[in-house]
């Protein structure tokens, strides 16, 4: 069974680089067909797409949310990332990780607990 | 902008039968959108129910069960219980990246 646990910094000030990492036991991101993405879901509100990347790199973004968005892929230690730049009070989320089935359409079957990310001077 | 739309609230009884819908403000939801459904139970992690339209997810019990109705895709509970209270979301594959619903809130009473 795949396990999924989001890291990260809990605060982040605003116009600073919010960054998470999700670290990925009972499969090998480097060595099978799914893509692995990250969902937030503002307090009281619904979930978001944020993107998914697969383990060569290929990458798909939400196309609703502005610049600053990056996923990446850490084969060697079987992780992933997300950074997410100049962040604003909007950005005030519980963070997801997940992965997809393996049939290319992103939509998870696997969730992380999730962790929660204020942004706050 | 394509928006995927769901009912706010649906309420059922202890034992009844209620069915979810999830549509597009334009157009038809087909089986080729992928339609999934994602229930979130307050304070715990989402868990994926249903995918491809009609799938159930591993260790989903049979109650719950996924069609296309119509213009919609659909989650039906049978039998429904009181810990299937919660937010059930609709997420659809839109070919370079995926859309959630706003979610419907069921309510066992």
């Known amino acids: 069974q795949v396990r999924l646990q989001e890291s990260g910094p809990g605060l982040v000030k605003p116009s600073e680089t919010l960054s998470l990492t999700c670290s990925v036991s009972?499969?090998?991101?480097?060595?099978?067909?799914?893509?692995w993405g990250w969902i937030r879901q503002p307090p009281g509100r619904g979930l978001e797409w944020i993107g998914s990347?697969?383990?060569?790199?290929?990458?798909f973004y939400n196309p609703s949310l502005t610049s600053g968005v990056v996923i990446s892929v850490d084969t060697s230690n079987n992780r992933f990332s997300l950074r997410l730049t100049s962040v604003t009070a909007a950005d005030t989320a519980i963070y997801y990780c997940v992965k997809d089935r393996g049939d290319y359409t992103f939509i998870p079957d696997s969730w992380g607990q999730g962790t929660l990310v204020t942004v706050s001077s | 902008q394509t928006v995927v739309t769901q009912e706010p609230s649906f309420a059922v009884s202890p034992g009844g039968t209620v069915t979810l819908t999830c549509g597009l403000n334009s157009g038809s939801v087909s089986s080729s959108y992928y339609p999934s459904w994602v229930q979130q139970i307050p304070g715990q992690a989402p868990r994926t129910l249903i995918y491809r339209t009609s799938v159930r997810s591993s260790g989903v019990p049979a109650r719950f069960s996924g069609s296309i109705l119509g213009n919609n895709a659909a989650l039906t509970i049978t039998g429904a219980q009181a810990d299937d209270e919660g937010l059930y979301y609709c997420v659809l594959y839109m070919g370079r990246d995926i859309s959630f619903g706003g979610g419907s809130t069921l309510t066992v009473l």
């Open positions: 009972g499969a090998s991101i480097g060595n099978n067909n799914f893509y």
């Open positions: 990347i697969y383990n060569s790199g290929q990458v």
